[in-house]
Protein backbone atom coordinates (compact mmCIF):
# COMPACT_ATOMS: atom_id res chain seq x y z
CA UNK A 1 0.00 0.00 0.00
CA UNK A 2 3.09 2.44 0.77
CA UNK A 3 3.94 2.14 -3.30
CA UNK A 4 0.76 2.86 -4.39
CA UNK A 5 0.44 6.02 -2.26
CA UNK A 6 3.74 7.00 -3.10
CA UNK A 7 2.84 6.61 -6.92
CA UNK A 8 -0.50 8.60 -6.87
CA UNK A 9 1.30 11.50 -5.04
CA UNK A 10 4.36 11.37 -7.40
CA UNK A 11 1.97 10.84 -10.83
CA UNK A 12 -0.26 13.23 -9.18
CA UNK A 13 2.23 16.06 -8.27
CA UNK A 14 5.23 15.46 -11.10
CA UNK A 15 4.63 13.46 -13.79
CA UNK A 16 1.19 15.51 -14.61
CA UNK A 17 2.99 18.61 -14.14
CA UNK A 18 5.83 17.84 -16.07
CA UNK A 19 3.93 16.84 -19.33
CA UNK A 20 1.79 19.71 -19.08
CA UNK A 21 5.30 21.88 -18.65
CA UNK A 22 6.39 20.92 -21.51
CA UNK A 23 3.44 21.28 -23.64
CA UNK A 24 2.40 24.61 -22.09
CA UNK A 25 5.86 25.98 -22.79
CA UNK A 26 5.80 24.88 -26.36
CA UNK A 27 2.67 25.99 -27.51
CA UNK A 28 4.15 29.64 -25.93
CA UNK A 29 7.08 29.19 -28.21
CA UNK A 30 4.80 28.74 -31.20
CA UNK A 31 2.28 31.55 -30.20
CA UNK A 32 -0.24 29.16 -29.73
CA UNK A 33 -0.91 30.43 -26.41
CA UNK A 34 -0.42 33.51 -24.38
CA UNK A 35 1.61 34.10 -21.11
CA UNK A 36 -1.39 33.68 -19.14
CA UNK A 37 -3.51 30.78 -20.47
CA UNK A 38 0.12 28.88 -20.36
CA UNK A 39 1.02 29.78 -17.24
CA UNK A 40 -2.69 28.62 -15.65
CA UNK A 41 -2.06 25.33 -17.32
CA UNK A 42 1.23 24.92 -15.34
CA UNK A 43 -0.66 26.16 -12.33
CA UNK A 44 -3.61 23.92 -12.52
CA UNK A 45 -1.10 20.94 -13.26
CA UNK A 46 1.25 21.29 -9.78
CA UNK A 47 -2.39 20.95 -8.07
CA UNK A 48 -3.52 18.54 -5.85
CA UNK A 49 -6.43 15.69 -6.27
CA UNK A 50 -10.02 16.69 -6.23
CA UNK A 51 -12.17 15.77 -3.20
CA UNK A 52 -15.68 15.02 -4.01
CA UNK A 53 -14.64 14.31 -7.64
CA UNK A 54 -12.70 11.63 -6.90
CA UNK A 55 -14.58 10.27 -4.17
CA UNK A 56 -17.50 9.42 -6.09
CA UNK A 57 -15.92 8.58 -9.31
CA UNK A 58 -14.04 6.10 -7.29
CA UNK A 59 -17.40 4.52 -5.61
CA UNK A 60 -18.95 4.61 -9.00
CA UNK A 61 -16.07 2.41 -9.95
CA UNK A 62 -16.10 -0.36 -7.65
CA UNK A 63 -12.76 0.99 -6.43
CA UNK A 64 -10.85 1.61 -3.25
CA UNK A 65 -12.76 3.72 -0.79
CA UNK A 66 -10.53 4.11 1.68
CA UNK A 67 -7.43 4.78 -0.93
CA UNK A 68 -9.69 7.71 -2.26
CA UNK A 69 -10.43 9.12 1.21
CA UNK A 70 -6.78 9.37 1.96
CA UNK A 71 -5.63 10.64 -0.98
CA UNK A 72 -8.32 13.10 -1.36
CA UNK A 73 -7.25 14.35 2.15
CA UNK A 74 -3.29 13.67 2.19
CA UNK A 75 -3.52 15.35 -1.28
CA UNK A 76 -5.03 18.51 -0.70
CA UNK A 77 -3.05 18.82 2.71
CA UNK A 78 0.59 18.68 1.56
CA UNK A 79 -1.03 20.93 -1.67
CA UNK A 80 -0.85 23.72 0.67
CA UNK A 81 2.93 23.46 0.24
CA UNK A 82 3.54 21.42 -2.25
CA UNK A 83 2.07 23.62 -5.18
CA UNK A 84 3.76 26.50 -4.63
CA UNK A 85 6.83 25.21 -4.73
CA UNK A 86 6.10 23.36 -7.79
CA UNK A 87 4.69 26.41 -9.52
CA UNK A 88 8.08 28.56 -8.19
CA UNK A 89 10.24 25.62 -9.75
CA UNK A 90 8.66 25.99 -13.17
CA UNK A 91 7.67 29.28 -13.54
CA UNK A 92 10.99 30.55 -11.74
CA UNK A 93 11.04 34.67 -11.82
CA UNK A 94 8.14 34.90 -14.13
CA UNK A 95 5.92 34.44 -11.59
CA UNK A 96 6.83 37.58 -9.58
CA UNK A 97 5.69 35.94 -6.23
CA UNK A 98 6.62 35.37 -2.64
CA UNK A 99 5.73 31.99 -2.03
CA UNK A 100 6.33 32.08 1.40
CA UNK A 101 3.52 35.16 1.59
CA UNK A 102 1.47 32.51 -0.58
CA UNK A 103 1.64 29.99 1.81
CA UNK A 104 1.00 31.86 4.15
CA UNK A 105 -2.41 33.49 2.78
CA UNK A 106 -3.11 29.64 1.82
CA UNK A 107 -2.94 28.23 5.51
CA UNK A 108 -5.02 31.07 6.25
CA UNK A 109 -8.03 30.61 3.62
CA UNK A 110 -8.02 26.52 3.36
CA UNK A 111 -6.31 25.00 6.80
CA UNK A 112 -7.37 27.53 9.38
CA UNK A 113 -11.15 27.06 8.54
CA UNK A 114 -11.00 23.11 8.07
CA UNK A 115 -8.97 22.99 11.63
CA UNK A 116 -11.87 25.47 12.80
CA UNK A 117 -14.49 23.54 11.52
CA UNK A 118 -12.97 20.14 12.83
CA UNK A 119 -12.69 21.55 16.19
CA UNK A 120 -17.11 22.82 16.15
CA UNK A 121 -17.81 19.78 14.73
CA UNK A 122 -16.32 17.16 17.13
CA UNK A 123 -16.06 19.45 20.16
CA UNK A 124 -19.61 21.14 20.03
CA UNK A 125 -21.84 17.85 20.29
CA UNK A 126 -25.55 19.95 19.02
CA UNK A 127 -23.39 21.13 15.68
CA UNK A 128 -22.95 17.65 14.19
CA UNK A 129 -26.83 16.27 14.25
CA UNK A 130 -27.29 19.72 12.58
CA UNK A 131 -24.60 19.21 9.98
CA UNK A 132 -26.29 16.06 9.14
CA UNK A 133 -29.71 17.20 8.68
CA UNK A 134 -28.54 19.84 6.31
CA UNK A 135 -25.71 18.25 4.79
CA UNK A 136 -27.36 19.10 0.85
CA UNK A 137 -28.09 22.80 1.98
CA UNK A 138 -24.49 23.32 2.92
CA UNK A 139 -23.25 21.39 -0.01
CA UNK A 140 -24.81 23.37 -1.74
CA UNK A 141 -23.96 27.00 -0.35
CA UNK A 142 -20.60 25.78 -0.81
CA UNK A 143 -21.14 25.46 -4.86
CA UNK A 144 -22.82 28.49 -4.84
CA UNK A 145 -20.08 30.56 -3.01
CA UNK A 146 -17.48 28.60 -5.19
CA UNK A 147 -19.46 30.02 -8.51
CA UNK A 148 -19.82 33.28 -6.56
CA UNK A 149 -15.56 33.28 -6.43
CA UNK A 150 -15.01 32.31 -9.86
CA UNK A 151 -17.76 35.43 -11.41
CA UNK A 152 -15.93 37.95 -9.64
CA UNK A 153 -12.36 37.02 -11.19
CA UNK A 154 -13.53 37.19 -14.44
CA UNK A 155 -15.48 40.36 -14.07
CA UNK A 156 -11.87 41.29 -13.09
CA UNK A 157 -10.87 39.87 -16.44
CA UNK A 158 -13.20 41.32 -18.60
CA UNK A 159 -12.73 44.73 -17.50
CA UNK A 160 -9.20 44.52 -17.95
CA UNK A 161 -8.21 44.97 -22.07
CA UNK A 162 -6.19 42.09 -22.76
CA UNK A 163 -4.48 40.14 -25.88
CA UNK A 164 -5.87 36.67 -25.53
CA UNK A 165 -7.49 35.76 -28.36
CA UNK A 166 -10.78 33.48 -28.00
CA UNK A 167 -8.84 31.20 -30.52
CA UNK A 168 -6.26 30.78 -28.32
CA UNK A 169 -8.65 30.28 -25.46
CA UNK A 170 -10.13 27.36 -27.55
CA UNK A 171 -6.85 25.96 -28.41
CA UNK A 172 -6.47 26.19 -24.26
CA UNK A 173 -9.48 23.71 -24.18
CA UNK A 174 -8.32 21.43 -26.19
CA UNK A 175 -5.15 21.14 -24.91
CA UNK A 176 -6.61 20.05 -21.58
CA UNK A 177 -8.41 17.79 -23.12
CA UNK A 178 -5.76 16.69 -25.18
CA UNK A 179 -3.38 16.15 -21.62
CA UNK A 180 -5.98 14.63 -19.89
CA UNK A 181 -6.78 11.53 -21.86
CA UNK A 182 -2.85 11.54 -22.17
CA UNK A 183 -1.71 11.54 -18.84
CA UNK A 184 -4.82 9.13 -17.93
CA UNK A 185 -3.98 6.29 -20.93
CA UNK A 186 -0.37 6.90 -19.29
CA UNK A 187 -1.42 6.15 -15.67
CA UNK A 188 -3.75 3.46 -16.23
CA UNK A 189 -0.88 1.36 -18.35
CA UNK A 190 1.99 2.22 -15.36
CA UNK A 191 -1.20 0.56 -12.92
CA UNK A 192 -1.86 -2.15 -14.91
CA UNK A 193 2.26 -3.29 -14.78
CA UNK A 194 3.41 -1.85 -11.35
CA UNK A 195 0.02 -3.47 -9.61
CA UNK A 196 -1.35 -5.82 -11.87
CA UNK A 197 -3.32 -7.96 -8.98
CA UNK A 198 -5.06 -4.83 -7.14
CA UNK A 199 -7.98 -3.50 -9.98
CA UNK A 200 -9.97 -1.64 -6.72
CA UNK A 201 -6.32 0.12 -6.19
CA UNK A 202 -5.95 0.37 -10.09
CA UNK A 203 -9.93 2.05 -10.70
CA UNK A 204 -9.01 4.90 -7.60
CA UNK A 205 -5.73 5.46 -9.40
CA UNK A 206 -6.66 6.31 -12.79
CA UNK A 207 -8.75 9.05 -11.16
CA UNK A 208 -6.87 9.96 -7.98
CA UNK A 209 -3.82 10.35 -10.07
CA UNK A 210 -5.25 12.90 -12.65
CA UNK A 211 -7.64 15.26 -10.98
CA UNK A 212 -7.17 18.62 -10.01
CA UNK A 213 -8.91 20.28 -7.20
CA UNK A 214 -10.91 23.33 -7.84
CA UNK A 215 -11.50 24.01 -3.97
CA UNK A 216 -7.74 24.89 -3.32
CA UNK A 217 -6.81 25.87 -6.96
CA UNK A 218 -8.56 28.81 -6.76
CA UNK A 219 -7.51 30.52 -3.18
CA UNK A 220 -4.20 29.15 -4.46
CA UNK A 221 -4.21 31.50 -8.34
CA UNK A 222 -6.10 34.15 -6.23
CA UNK A 223 -3.26 34.65 -4.05
CA UNK A 224 -0.42 34.27 -6.39
CA UNK A 225 -1.86 36.62 -8.77
CA UNK A 226 -4.04 38.89 -6.36
CA UNK A 227 -4.57 42.37 -7.70
CA UNK A 228 -3.82 41.13 -11.29
CA UNK A 229 -5.99 41.90 -13.77
CA UNK A 230 -5.33 38.80 -15.52
CA UNK A 231 -6.15 36.72 -12.71
CA UNK A 232 -9.46 34.84 -14.29
CA UNK A 233 -7.26 33.92 -17.15
CA UNK A 234 -4.96 31.83 -14.87
CA UNK A 235 -7.56 30.31 -13.22
CA UNK A 236 -9.25 29.60 -16.58
CA UNK A 237 -7.63 26.35 -17.53
CA UNK A 238 -8.25 24.95 -14.08
CA UNK A 239 -11.89 25.90 -14.77
CA UNK A 240 -12.19 23.86 -18.14
CA UNK A 241 -9.84 20.76 -16.09
CA UNK A 242 -12.34 20.19 -13.51
CA UNK A 243 -15.80 19.85 -15.84
CA UNK A 244 -13.64 17.88 -18.44
CA UNK A 245 -12.32 15.18 -15.89
CA UNK A 246 -15.82 14.92 -14.62
CA UNK A 247 -17.12 14.30 -18.20
CA UNK A 248 -14.24 11.65 -18.94
CA UNK A 249 -14.67 9.99 -15.69
CA UNK A 250 -18.01 9.71 -16.29
CA UNK A 251 -17.83 8.16 -19.51
CA UNK A 252 -15.14 5.75 -18.37
CA UNK A 253 -16.57 4.20 -14.97
CA UNK A 254 -18.75 1.77 -16.21
CA UNK A 255 -16.22 0.07 -18.24
CA UNK A 256 -13.49 0.37 -15.14
CA UNK A 257 -16.39 -0.91 -12.75
CA UNK A 258 -16.94 -3.89 -14.98
CA UNK A 259 -13.19 -4.09 -15.08
CA UNK A 260 -13.20 -4.29 -11.56
CA UNK A 261 -15.78 -6.40 -11.05
CA UNK A 262 -14.31 -8.88 -13.98
CA UNK A 263 -10.93 -9.27 -12.26
CA UNK A 264 -11.86 -9.64 -8.65
CA UNK A 265 -13.95 -12.85 -9.96
CA UNK A 266 -11.28 -14.03 -11.73
CA UNK A 267 -8.83 -13.67 -8.60
CA UNK A 268 -11.36 -15.09 -6.32
CA UNK A 269 -11.50 -17.98 -8.27
CA UNK A 270 -7.11 -18.59 -8.64
CA UNK A 271 -8.10 -18.12 -4.85
CA UNK A 272 -10.47 -20.61 -4.23
CA UNK A 273 -8.44 -23.08 -6.66
CA UNK A 274 -5.71 -22.62 -4.47
CA UNK A 275 -7.23 -23.41 -1.61
CA UNK A 276 -8.57 -26.53 -3.08
CA UNK A 277 -5.24 -27.73 -3.99
CA UNK A 278 -3.65 -27.13 -0.59
CA UNK A 279 -6.28 -29.25 0.96
CA UNK A 280 -5.83 -31.92 -1.36
CA UNK A 281 -2.06 -31.96 -0.79
CA UNK A 282 -2.35 -32.08 2.72
CA UNK A 283 -5.04 -35.14 2.54
CA UNK A 284 -2.61 -36.88 0.73
CA UNK A 285 -0.83 -39.79 2.37
Not at 14 to 41: H, P, T
Not at 51 to 60: C, E, Q
Not at 123 to 129: A, L, R, S, Y
Request: hydrophobic residues 55%; proline residues 5%; glycine residues 8%.
Amino acid sequence: MVAFNAYVQIFNFFVVSAIVYGIAKGLLKVGGLSVELADGLIICACLPTSVSLVMTLTVSSHGDEAAAVFHSAFGNVIGVFMTPVLVLWYLGAQGDVDMLTVVWKLIVRVCVPIFVGQIIRNFCPPVKPFLTRHRRTFAKLSEWALVFIVYTVFCKTFIADRDTSISQIMIMVGVVFGCLILIMILCWALLLILFRDKPKLQAMGIFGCTHKTIALGVPLIGSIYEGNPAVGLYTLPLLVWYPMQLFVGSLITPQVAAYVDRQEAIIAEKAKEKEVAEEGSAVEP
